[in-house]
């Protein structure tokens, strides 16, 4: 059984070690290393070690750099579909002309897009838990079990969840915000950084446990 409250204390667990990871999820590039602690406390749930909801230790940065990388590649791959349908119906000036896409410029195929992304966004995290764990990068596309695991009560719960839990923290933390003065950069969104880094070992958290209790 999740248990969401463990899976909500996590993050707190070691201050030391969250610091840490607030820090590097602000720093472009560098942050892959975040995103590759993330699935780490995925694994960890998963392979059920002492001291389980503990925060692992940042160790191997290298391997966690590679893996935050690699998980990345593995969402745009997962994000093609709602891409090519994009690219389709606007054309190929669709990357500078994203932010003007509206309902009305695109009409029924807006809708389409949504489902789509929104079950690409549903999926995606069952794919990384399941590339975390080997971090065997074709166990991400290993579809029929991805989606029968997906395709439950128990992660739909762990999902909802973790959405909640991150809309909550972006608004709470929306006030920490820093100016700079950097081309085409006017300020550091650090409270987003923050929530989402907060909220994926939170949600990971679940995910890994959800993955290895559905049969």
Not at 14 to 21: A, C, F, H, R, Y
Not at 113 to 136: G, H, Q
Not at 163 to 183: G, K, R
Request: with cysteine.
């Amino acid at each position: 059984m999740l248990d969401y409250n463990e899976a909500l204390k996590r993050p707190f667990t070691d201050v030391k070690k969250l610091l840490i990871g607030l820090v590097l999820s602000i720093i472009p590039i560098i942050n892959f290393i975040a995103s590759g602690y993330q699935l780490k406390c995925s694994k960890s749930i998963i392979k059920k070690g002492k001291n389980m909801y503990m925060l692992p230790e940042w160790t191997n940065w290298g391997n966690l750099f590679l893996v935050g990388l690699v998980s990345f590649f593995i969402s745009l791959i997962y994000f093609i579909p709602a891409l090519l349908l994009i690219f389709f119906f606007v054309g190929k000036d669709f990357l500078t002309n994203l932010s003007s896409l509206t309902y009305e410029s695109l009409g029924f195929t807006a809708i389409i897009i949504v489902v789509i992304s929104l079950i690409t966004l549903y999926v995606l995290p069952m794919a990384l838990v399941k590339y975390s764990i080997n971090e065997k990068f074709g166990d991400a596309f290993k579809f029929i079990e991805i989606f029968s695991k997906s395709l439950t009560w128990k992660y739909t719960a762990a999902w909802i969840f973790t959405l909640i839990i991150l809309l909550v923290l972006n608004l709470v933390l929306s006030w920490l915000v820093i100016p700079v003065n950097l081309t085409g950069v006017d300020k550091i969104n650090l409270g987003g950084s923050f929530a989402n880094f907060i909220s994926l070992v939170t949600g990971f958290t679940l995910f890994g446990k959800a993955y290895s209790e559905i049969k």
